[in-house]
């Protein structure tokens, strides 16, 4: 089979896990909550989509689940998130506007996977 093939299937294998947030910032106590947040995606490979918006790539649906799991163990009291993963091959087909202008898709850069 030649590579079109698997660089195809791939594009459904791999996944994107995004978490989206709306955290409460009101009192110091809660910016505190909301950075904590933040910092645990980050260290967990997240990359910064939009402001409340982050994601990540993961090569198969068991890493997906990891880093789902990993979340949902950070999660803050309060405030509003939604995790949803997506094919490689959907996060592909987004489009981004910066204003009115069609921003071209730059996915964040892929991490290695060693194992």
């Given at each position: 089979m030649d590579n079109d093939y698997f660089s195809k299937l791939n594009q459904y294998r791999s996944m994107w896990v995004m978490v989206f947030f709306d955290l409460p910032t009101e009192t110091k106590?809660?910016?505190?909550?909301?950075?904590?947040?933040?910092?645990?995606?980050?260290?967990?490979?997240?990359?910064?989509?939009?402001?409340?918006i982050y994601t990540r790539f993961c090569p198969s649906k068991e890493n997906v689940a990891?880093?789902?799991?990993?979340?949902?163990?950070?999660?803050?009291?309060?405030?509003?998130?939604?995790?949803?993963?997506?094919?490689d091959r959907q996060f592909g087909l987004?489009?981004?506007f910066n204003g009115t202008k069609p921003q071209k898709n730059q996915r964040p850069s892929q991490q290695l996977e060693l194992f």
């Open positions: 106590k809660d910016r505190r909550i909301a950075s904590k947040f933040r910092k645990a995606l980050l260290v967990d490979g997240f990359a910064m989509f939009q402001f409340s990891v880093h789902i799991k990993r979340v949902k163990s950070q999660l803050p009291p309060q405030g509003k998130i939604c995790i949803i993963n997506i094919t987004m489009e981004l």
